[in-house]
């Protein structure tokens, strides 16, 4: 059986992860929830038992899993602070456009190829921007925005999987 301590008593990070399994219904134990994740339960015990943190992209796993924002996780693990330009959302949808612009997949694209895969990051980033303001406005519930997010990022990927079969018929 888990020993927990006080919560004052875990790093930032294992905090996170001590409040993620205690709000699950019914509470998860730390070797459920590794194999929620998909980590080894030795993994978990060592990020619950000292200030060892996962690599980024480990936190960007597990903070998909648990539904959290990628940036907490980050600010947490201590791999970057609130005051990160990255998450300023316009200044990080700038870098992700940024990101895509210079792929060689992204250049190999004929332009209006180009101009729809800036007009669909263009859209999810008012898409974006949009639900942060709702979100100040009247929070929704996180599972009900989580699955929100899935069926967009469903819907957007068979649109480009659509997009792309057309493309390549001769």
Do not use: C
């Not at 990080?92 to 694209?109: C, G, M, N, R």
């Not at 996180?142 to 390549?168: I, K, V």
């Amino acid at each position: 059986m888990a020993k927990w301590r006080s919560l004052e008593d875990y790093s930032p990070f294992a905090r996170l992860l001590v409040e993620y399994m205690w709000e699950q219904r019914p509470p998860l134990l730390p070797n459920q929830f590794a194999q929620r994740m998909g980590i080894r339960k030795q993994q978990i015990s060592v990020w619950l038992n000292s200030d060892a943190t996962p690599p980024s992209p480990v936190l960007v796993h597990l903070a998909r899993g648990m539904g959290h924002p990628v940036s907490e996780l980050f600010i947490a693990a201590g791999y970057a602070s609130k005051d990160d330009p990255l998450f300023d959302s316009e200044e990080s949808w700038a870098h992700v456009l940024a990101e895509v612009q210079a792929t060689p997949e992204f250049l190999a694209l004929a332009e209006p190829q180009q101009i729809f895969v800036i007009g669909v990051l263009h859209a999810a980033h008012m898409r974006d921007s949009a639900k942060r303001a709702e979100a100040t406005q009247a929070p929704a519930s996180a599972s009900s925005r989580n699955a929100q997010d899935s069926d967009d990022d469903s819907e957007l990927g068979e649109r480009l999987d659509e997009r792309g079969d057309e493309r390549d018929e001769p």
